[in-house]
Nanobody, 126 residues
């Protein structure tokens, strides 16, 4: 059974750091595009970051560029999202998912989602 499980969320102060993990089971994570998304209360889901299985290209939303880093550990079948310089507006439930990637100019969009994790809460507050 294919499954994604997120972990690593928590509460941190502004300026702090967290590393989220997206552990895949039932398939090899390096054969699928993996994206990180977040949804804050009352707001639409937004894409945060993604990594392409074909060439390892990484993508970031403008709001997290320079602060978040996506990476993949094939031996652990896990995709990570390292988040630094966290801001209160980063507060949300974070999800990982598999899907297809298309480019619209310089912006990557993930669609045709196959699988979602259950989410992990990140709260940034003083």
């Amino acid at each position: 059974q294919m499954q994604l499980v997120e972990s690593g969320g928590g509460s941190v102060q502004p300026g702090g750091s967290l590393t989220l993990s997206c552990i895949a089971s039932g398939f090899n994570v390096n054969t699928y595009n993996i994206g990180w998304f977040r949804q804050a209360p009352g707001k639409a889901r937004e894409g945060v970051s993604g990594i392409s299985h074909s060439d390892g290209t990484t993508y970031y939303a403008d709001s997290v560029k320079g602060r978040f880093t996506i990476s993949e550990d094939n031996a652990k079948n896990t995709v990570y999202l390292r988040m630094t310089s966290l801001k209160p507006e980063d507060t949300a439930v974070y999800y990982c998912a598999t899907g297809k990637i298309r480019m619209e100019g310089a912006i990557a969009h993930m669609y045709d989602f196959d699988l979602w994790g259950q989410g992990t809460q990140v709260t940034v507050s003083s």
